[in-house]
């Protein structure tokens, strides 16, 4: 599947409000994501994105059709996780299970390497979103381990699996 990656637009914005229009979307990221999606956060979301410095991230819109269909960022850790970065990849649900998020996963964390002297770029999704796993393993991740009981979202428990990508 054909795509880009590009720096998030004000005019993305109806479509990360038609890519958002699903629960199981919101129920699956750390990230807080209302549901609904809400007009106000969908645009302070994309703002935030257009307007970071790039210093410490890399936030992308991923493109298809001239549609964005989803958003990978990778966030830069601080003090002693500095030469490390954080993943975070959503796609709209008639985009999943393609291979699309593997191939957006491979490109982004080639600009990354190329971009920031980091050694490492880890992902955290949770443990009963295998779709996710297998396309980090995919994109050439390593599966590190799993943290049991570790997150708390709307009442319930979940474990997460920890990935990384390590720069050779």
Excluded at 53 to 70: F, H, L, T, Y
Excluded at 74 to 89: A, H, Q, R
């Amino acid at each position: 599947m054909d795509f880009t990656l590009e720096k998030w637009r004000t005019n993305f914005l109806e479509d990360f409000m038609l890519a958002t229009k699903d629960p199981h979307l919101a129920d699956n990221m750390c990230e807080t994501l209302p549901y609904p999606m809400e007009t106000a956060f969908a645009a302070e979301y994309i703002r935030e994105r257009m307007f970071n410095s790039e210093e410490r991230q890399m936030c992308r819109a991923i493109v298809c059709n001239d549609k964005a269909v989803g958003g990978v960022d990778v966030i830069l850790g601080s003090g002693v996780f500095e030469k490390s970065g954080e993943l975070s990849i959503w796609l709209a649900k008639e985009y999943r299970g393609k291979g699309l998020g593997a191939a957006v996963i491979s490109e982004i964390c080639s600009r990354c390497f190329e971009q920031y002297d980091i050694i490492r770029i880890e992902a955290h999704p949770y443990s009963v979103h295998p779709q996710a796993a297998a396309a980090l393993i995919r994109a050439g991740f390593t599966h590190e381990g799993t943290m049991h009981s570790a997150i708390f979202k709307n009442g319930k428990t979940y474990d997460y699996e920890v990935f990384a990508l390590i720069r050779h």
